[in-house]
């Protein structure tokens, strides 16, 4: 019986399983590994660290069925050349097909003190830490958040929805935050950030971070509590092997999803080198088309001579409940619309998984 292990139960593990399950060969068996016993959904962690979600709310549970084995456990090494798993507290285990789907966790520059003195939301445990922190402070309490990407800009609007007694100051180093958005949708959230009183200090650099304390062009500013939204990288176990990597640590692969000298181990996600920004929709669809790939080979089929360019239908971003902004089908949108299909998709990925 093949044995195809899945590491990593976020968004494109758990497409694989969607697509898979119902078309799975009797002689294929899927193991997955995840830490946690739940499918979490990463991009409303802004909202769980701000305090307005509930936990349960962004968890889906795995889905069922005789030929899956669930093992909660964390990975802490692949080998690739004897095709083996090592877990953290579990025994080792192998493979016939692997697909490697861990993730990213925070890209902290080489700054002094940022990965022990931020906090985070690049997991479900640390945005508990984070909402647990951040819910907690004193009234008229000082909040910095680093990077003004996609995250960083929900997690200042949702906190300042949750609490407007917080002083909030997001940091950029750039000239605008939202760079990689249109300059339209840079200023409309610059707006908002504006009218809701969150301070903008763009042409960030951070040079340090202590206890309480963020150092902007060397020069130190007190908080009472740093959240980190500066960049992303490739899970530490991706890092760790040793295959061709781009410029971001992501695995470089061939057009059909798998590493070149591994045919039988496939990347999706965050930790793959794609020619689009990590994104779950990303995710997604490169999932469909790995599980395309897998049937294809398990029925002794031949592989299409290219597969088709993944294309994405868009971004979409909250400001708070009641705002938001995005580009779809290549156009800008801003206020209401985006916020009510951010919440629309949201609703139909959760009644779908769940």
Known sequence: MKKLVLLGGGYGGMKILERLLPAIPEDVKVVLVDRCPYHSLKTEFYALAAGTIPDNEIRVPFPKHPQLETVFDEVVKIDLENQLIYLKNSDSICYDELVIGLGCEDKYHRIPGANQFTYSIQSIEEARKTSAALNNLPIHAKVAVVGAGLSGVELASELRESRDDLEIVIFDRGKTILSAFPE???????????????????????????????????????FDAI????????????????????QQGRVILSDYHHIPKYENVYV???????????????????????????????????????????????????????????????????????RLLKSGILWLYKFHKG
């Open 227 to 246: 959240v980190w939204t500066a960049g992303i990288q490739p899970n530490k176990v991706v890092r760790e092997l040793e295959v061709e990597k781009d």
């Open 184 to 222: 339209r949708l840079s200023h409309f959230v610059n707006e908002w950030f504006q009218e809701h009183h969150i301070q903008v200090e763009n042409y960030a650099n951070i040079t340090r971070v202590e206890e309480g304390i963020l150092y902007n062009h060397d020069q130190p500013i007190p």
């Open 268 to 338: 999706v996600g965050d930790c793959a080198s794609l020619p689009h920004a990590p994104s779950a929709q990303l995710a997604e669809a490169q999932a469909e088309q790995i599980v395309q790939i897998m049937l294809r080979k398990w029925k002794g089929e031949a592989l299409p001579e290219s597969m088709p360019k993944i294309k994405l239908k868009g971004v979409l971003g909250s400001l708070g409940k009641k705002q938001g902004f995005g580009v779809v089908a290549d156009r800008a949108l801003t206020g209401r619309v985006p």
